[in-house]
């Protein structure tokens, strides 16, 4: 490798919201991810139930791309959009999810297991797996 030479990791999100217009805040998660991310591959937004069976559904979706962020500043660009969508502690203590967003994958080591096996996170995977 070349000395300071900035390596890209392949990564996948996830993307969530329960509240407010729920499709137009996943749309500007996956915007802003496409500013910081390369060769994106996008699933459709569609919607499920809160997995506690309690809550508002959710609308979805999965992305992956490249991007030469380290992890650490990935995750906390991807933290401080959620937070500028309105993202806060009471929020998290009432169910409400303006935007979530989460990595899931991160350099093909599955970091969520729990998300990567969940139906929200499936549907839109499968969508954007490479055709074999």
């Known amino acids: 490798m070349i000395s300071g030479a900035v390596q890209s ?13 729920r ?16 060769g994106c591959r996008v699933s459709s937004i569609y919607e499920t139930p ?3 069976g309690h809550g508002a559904p959710y609308m979805n979706a999965v992305a992956s791309g490249c991007t030469e962020l380290d992890f650490c500043a ?11 969508y309105g993202r806060d502690a009471d929020c998290r203590k009432r169910g409400v999810v303006p935007i979530d967003i989460d990595i899931v994958i991160w350099k093909s080591e599955t970091l969520r297991p729990l998300d990567f096996s969940r139906e929200f996170f499936q549907i839109g995977y499968r969508e954007i797996l490479p055709a074999t």
């Open 9 to 21: 990791s392949i990564v996948t999100l996830s993307f969530g919201s329960n509240h407010g217009d």
């Open 23 to 38: 499709m137009r805040n996943v749309a500007a998660a996956i915007g802003w991810f496409q500013t910081v991310a390369t």
């Open 50 to 52: 809160d997995v506690t």
């Open 74 to 84: 990935l995750n906390r660009l991807a933290k401080d959009f959620e937070v500028e």
